[in-house]
């Protein structure tokens, strides 16, 4: 094993983590979401700025926590992709200069690899596995049949699950981001708005949500141009009760189909209390296992992609220094770059 270093940039968050033979040491995150909070959404270019503001202090905050000098540490792994380009970019150049300046090897890290990896900080992995990956960037099933085996078997054809969360949030007048006041108030409301599940009927694993938000968003004019009161716990509840079937109807299928031993939750929405009662459920009625990420490593953090990184230093996946960024890296390619 080892002492490795991990920066993760791909969003809003700038996080350095340290582990030491599999043990996390330090997990410094400094979020960004006041500054976007106004703008309802990421604004990149403020996020890229952040990023550069923070960086040097949030890595000798892990380091003071951590106890561990950069002359210990044996690799530098970082978030290569997805993400915002700019943001990325400040998480791969200050890899990089550390890994120039103490000579030793750069790890680069699938972003949502390191979602499905945080789930190993409190369980391991049982192949066949299917990941749920449900965060405000993205929304995939993966099959794994072995560790970084990743198939991408459905995703979602618009908006991400959490990005549709966010943009709900919005119109009903909620802060950004929208996950948490959504999942908080639709446990006072019932499900009495009728809204149509997206792409019913389809046999796919494919998810859509754009039209739920559409159906949402078209909802609550109609009420405010007929004068009418919206219930927005009741509209919180039955949106959420929508936008999780999604998710949990393909999963069950997934299940049966290709046999999995293991469901094992990730990304931030894998924090929403109706998605992870439900999956649980599911794993109980068809019994596989089910993991599902302690809430401090659901959201984005350098954690994850450290523990990623282990299994990366072991089969030693290490890049150059002209490496770039890749915003749109899709995980099945993890080791093209
Ligand atoms: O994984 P993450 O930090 O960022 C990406 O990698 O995209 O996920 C952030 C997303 C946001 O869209 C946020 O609204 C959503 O996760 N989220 C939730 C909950 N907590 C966070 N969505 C639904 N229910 C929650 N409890």
């Known amino acids: 094993m080892a002492t490795i270093l991990a920066i993760e940039t791909s969003c809003d968050e700038t996080s350095i983590a340290i582990t030491r033979d599999g043990k996390l040491l ?12 106004k703008y309802g959404g990421v604004m990149p270019e403020i996020a890229s700025r952040l990023h550069c503001e923070n960086i040097a202090l949030v890595l000798v905050e892990a380091l003071e926590k951590s106890d561990v000098k950069l002359e210990d540490i044996d690799a530098f792994a970082v978030t290569r992709g997805p993400g915002l380009i700019g943001a990325l970019h400040v998480g791969l150049q200050a890899a990089k200069t550390l890994a120039m300046l103490y000579q030793k090897p750069l790890i680069p890290v699938h972003h949502l690899a390191g979602h499905i990896y945080a789930n190993e900080f409190h369980s391991p992995l049982k192949f ?6 449900v965060s405000g960037g993205n929304s995939e099933l993966v099959l794994m049949k072995d560790h970084f085996d990743f198939t991408v078997i459905g995703r979602t054809r618009d908006d991400a699950i959490g990005e549709c969360y966010d943009k709900v949030a919005r119109v009903l007048g909620l802060p950004y981001p929208g996950g948490v ?6 446990k006072e409301g019932q499900p009495t708005y009728d809204l149509p599940t997206p792409l019913m009927g389809v046999d796919t694993y494919d998810m859509s949500f754009s039209g739920l938000k559409t159906n949402v968003i078209n909802l609550v004019h109609k009420l405010k141009q007929r004068e009418e009161k919206l219930r927005i716990a009741d509209l919180c509840r039955s949106f959420q009760e929508v936008a999780v079937s999604v998710v949990v109807q393909r999963t069950i299928k997934a299940i049966k189909e290709f046999q999995v031993k293991q469901v094992i939750l990730a990304g931030g929405v894998s924090a929403n209390s109706h998605l992870r009662e439900e ?3 599911v794993a109980q009625k068809l019994g ?5 990420p302690p809430l401090w490593c659901c959201t984005d953090n350098a954690a994850m992609i450290a523990k990623a990184a282990e299994h990366l230093y072991k089969r ?13 890296w899709t995980i099945e390619n993890w080791d093209e770059f």
């Open 279 to 281: 999956m649980k459920s």
């Open 316 to 328: 030693q996946v290490f890049a150059d220094l002209d490496l770039g960024v890749d915003s749109n």
């Open 181 to 186: 006041p959504i999942d908080r108030l639709a």
């Open 128 to 133: 066949p596995l299917l990941a749920v990956v």
């Open 288 to 292: 596989v296992h089910i993991s599902i």
């Open 26 to 37: 330090a997990n410094i995150i400094n979020s960004q979401v006041e500054f976007h909070q």
